[in-house]
Structures are given as C-alpha cells and as structure tokens.
C-alpha cells in the first residue's frame, strides 16, 4: 500500500507540473480561431515542409501528400511517446529484473523505431523536394 501511495505521489505530481503552463496560456487567444495564425500556418503544413505553398495545379498534389505524410509521422511519433512512457512505467514498477528487463528492451524498441521515424521523414522531404524540382523545373532547396 505504502508503494501505491508513493506512485499515486509522484503521478500526482507529475500532471500538476505538466499541467501548470496550461493555466498561464489560458488567457492567450487562440491562435487555431479563424484568421488567427495557427490556422493560416495549418494551410501550410505539407506546403512549406515539401516545396510549395500555394495549392494550384500539381503543387496542390504536393501539399496534399506532404500533409498525409506528416500527419501519419506525426502520430507515429506520438505512439512511440507512448510506448516509451508505458515501458518506464513498466520498469518503476517491477519487482525484479524479468520486469526491468522487459521495460529495457521496450525502451531500446522505442527508441529504434524513433530512429525509423526521423528517417523516413528525412528520406520523404528528400524524395518530395526532388520531385517538386523535377516537375516544376525549379532547383531543389
């Protein structure tokens, strides 16, 4: 019980400072509103990370695969987060070295699939800035 208490503790904790900044932005317009500048830079995901920024002809296809691309990396991302999270979770939690063990190989996972996230990001920002070039007849950045 004494544990149980300790961990419920520091969770307790842990929400209480990560939730802090949340309060002081509260007052803070939001900038997802219409015209506010979250929602004009949202236009440009895709766009600006793979070569265009306006949505005409071919150039659309670009933002529109770009925007594909980064969504699904991005919740890639935030499931690898996820898993490491679990996997510390996991090892503060064991009673013995099988469960350590195990939260050590799923972290060593997380991290290699972190790895494989941020390279094909890299290999796909490559691939679409290469082809935004060829067809447009611009130079690659």
Known sequence: MKKLNRI????GVTVAV????????ATLP?????GGSGAT????????AFGSTACTGSACLY?????????????????????FLWAGWKWMTSDGE???????VMMR??????????????ISSFV???????TTGTPAP
Do not use: D, W
């Open 63 to 83: 933002s529109i695969i770009g925007n594909v691309i980064n969504v699904a990396l991005s919740f890639m991302g935030v499931v690898v987060l996820f898993y």
């Open 30 to 34: 939001s900038p997802f509103a219409p």
């Open 41 to 48: 830079a949202l236009n440009g995901v895709g766009g600006a």
């Open 109 to 122: 996972n997380a991290v290699i699939g972190l790895i494989i996230i941020v390279a094909s990001y890299s």
């Open 8 to 11: 419920l503790a520091q969770v």
């Open 98 to 104: 099988k469960g350590a063990g195990e939260a050590r």
């Open 18 to 25: 990560l939730s802090a900044p949340l309060a002081a932005m």
């Open 128 to 134: 679409m800035a290469q082809l935004v070039a060829v």
